[in-house]
């Protein structure tokens, strides 16, 4: 296909929306697409549900361990900026063993409460202003304020914190970064996770964080992670400053996109956010996976082979890159039925968001799917019905798909 690599690759593609057509194109004619990088070595593009499936469950011949973006890393680069995400069996099994302890189905379903508090009083925040910009006022808000309950922090430090976390997602666009990763000369912060010097901040904060807790333990998520396992395993501050900044940063960007997307369904089928105040738990759930597919935020993770294999008939050699495509997989018309309309009751819906059939399911779906369920029903609890009040602006990326801004028109019960 002419051209596809770089509509692929180029941050500015992604502002007019996902390019669904050349996603398509792959899918039927080049399931396993060498392509080319500007400033980069090129890598196959998985675009097909299955093999995407494949390449994460093969993790013998597809490593993590070599970094999960489509940038190339030196060695130096790749140990520095490790995080969970970038590690393989035994060495991912180990660390997630010790830090999933706060994130598990049981533990998560304690939180529903707190989150129903925190979604009702950032709808209560608004005292009933009818037109408002909905990324701001509530998408970013009630990740936010859940992550500083978790994480036992202040709240006159979420705001502050939550843009650090924008500025390491958001690193491809200027709104978020001074240090846009494809317009300046980022090589002085190689070392540093997303190349953005923003990680040395919250590093720091991460460590005051853990010294308090050590001196005066308290019942959060740090003090947790800080406790050795039965068989007393326990974490390095280097790494438990690697998973704050991954806290801060992945779980409330994916989140918030994630409610913004399931909020634009809304704005486009009136009908069924009318329909809302009527679905039991069941299908609310329904709903919300069918949001995690419609919406696949994290559009993208890279594997790297190990071994010589072929797939589709190409022959993939030891050292290539190996781009899974969530967002094309999710749209796979040989898995999913009509994966272009939005359906409500959609069952199954093993869709790849979380990067669900892996050993790196993410630590905090659980969490994200209550966040969205809870907000969805108190949205439909306090209004009637909400239209677009203005014009939408996406984020810059090739990596994260979503809006950043979405001004709403609502009216209140």
Sequence with gaps: MENFSTILTSHDTYLDGVPHEVFQELRAHDPVAWTEEPDGRGFWSITKYDDVLYVSRHTELFSSRFGIRMEDMDDEETEARRTLMEMD????T??????????????????EGAIRDLAREVLANLDGAREFDFVKEIARELPMKMLGRLL????????????RGDALIGNTDPEFTDYVVDQTDTSAYRLLPFRSPVALELFEYAQAALDARRITPTHDVITALLQPT??????????????????VA???????????????????????FGQLPHFDESQMKLLVDEVLRWSSTTMHFRRTVVEDTELHGQQLKKGDKVVLWYVSANYDESHFEDPYSFLADRSPNDHTAFGLHSAHLCLGAHLAR????????????????????????????????????????????
Aim: aromatic share 10%.
């Design 89 to 92: 069996s035994p060495e991912h």
């Design 94 to 111: 180990r660390l997630r063993r010790i830090v999933a302890r706060p994130f598990t189905p049981r533990q998560v379903a304690e939180y």
């Design 152 to 163: 036992g922090l202040p709240d006159e430090d979420l705001d502050w914190l939550v843009s």
């Design 230 to 247: 039965s068989d007393g395993d326990t974490l390095d501050d280097v790494t438990l400053k690697n998973f704050f900044t991954l806290m």
């Design 250 to 272: 992945a779980g409330n960007d994916t989140t918030r996109y994630t409610m913004v997307a399931g909020t634009q369904v809304f704005i486009e089928r009136p009908e069924l």
């Design 370 to 413: 209550l966040e969205l369920r809870v907000m969805f029903e108190e949205m439909a609890k306090a209004w009637s019905s909400i239209e677009l009040a203005g014009d939408t602006e996406r984020l810059r990326s090739n990596f994260i798909s979503g809006t950043k801004r979405l001004p709403i028109r609502v009216t209140w019960r």
